[in-house]
């Protein structure tokens, strides 16, 4: 039976991604723990005590050393995955070309195949495998912020996440818009190269025939639609981005006041606040 397109990316290439999303998942924890570096230092100076200072000097020591071999890990095995993916599909993609008859080849558009191999593959790349794995390091950093926040007050913790549901719920109904936006840039710039293909194959014709108004006229009608489309998906993703930073600020909101009357009331430290103002970003 023969293997789909989305085989291809992890054909010979599982430890590759494997490795690349333990990666994500540990730089996710390694930036968690720094809000416990800052709890420590801002607690020591709170209570004046040398032996929490010193804690956090040597967690601090371990974050560094931990970063740099978890970044260099996932510089490798996310690199040597991409590598592999996309040679694996473009291969793919090519050898379902030559099994083209003659016929199919010359029935389909050869802007449709240059796309693929260029408009498209980028797409892929940037959406679905690095995607892909930035979804997997978001996610982690989400559990184990959450974890992190209840370990040091959970009524905090509600309140944070109860401040991020409407702002999460309006992102991920744009996220499905931004979908069907980059669809339609991707059919749009095949239409647009196929065009101006024709136009660089029938020069001669059409300088011959004095129709240079005539074809600027098509080429920015058609331009003018690739454009419009790539403006709408930016819109929306603009949209989701704005949306995004009203939530962060939203988040710090409440948890500058939630907790500062936290610590007014001896429920938890300065330190702890700061905790909590440093994860909730992510």
Do not use: H
């Amino acid at each position: 039976m023969e293997q789909t397109g989305q085989v291809q990316f992890q054909k010979k290439n599982k430890l590759n991604y494997v490795m690349a999303l333990i990666m994500q998942c540990f730089d996710a924890t390694l930036r968690v723990t720094i809000a416990f570096f800052m709890m420590n230092v801002v607690e020591a100076m709170e209570f004046s005590d040398f032996g929490r200072l010193k804690n956090a000097a040597i967690l601090l020591v371990i974050i560094i050393a931990a970063y740099i071999i978890v970044n260099l890990g996932k510089k490798y095995f996310k690199n040597k995955y991409l590598l592999n993916a996309l040679s694996n599909f473009k291969q793919y993609i090519f050898r379902k070309l030559l099994k083209k008859s003659i016929g199919q080849f010359g029935d389909a558009s050869s802007a449709t195949f240059i796309s693929a191999f260029s408009n498209d593959i980028s797409i892929i790349e940037t959406n679905y495998l690095n995607g892909m794995l930035d979804f997997t390091y978001q996610l982690s950093l989400i559990v184990v912020t959450i974890v992190a926040m209840g370990v040091i007050n959970w009524k905090l913790m509600i309140a944070v996440l109860v401040s991020s549901v409407l702002p999460v719920v309006f992102t991920m109904c744009y996220g499905r818009r931004l979908v069907q936006k980059e669809r339609k840039t991707s059919d749009e710039n095949e239409g647009f190269v196929d065009q101006v293909k024709d136009f660089l194959n029938g020069f001669c014709v059409i300088k011959s025939f004095k129709a240079e108004e005539e074809v600027l006229e098509l080429f920015d009608k058609q331009n003018f639609e690739l454009e419009d489309a790539k403006n709408a998906k930016r819109q929306t993703n603009d949209t989701m981005t704005i949306t995004g930073d009203v939530s962060q600020v939203l988040v710090i909101a409440v948890v500058f006041i939630l907790g500062s009357y936290f610590a007014f009331k001896n429920v938890m430290s300065i330190g702890a606040v700061i905790a909590f103002v440093q994860m909730a970003g992510n």
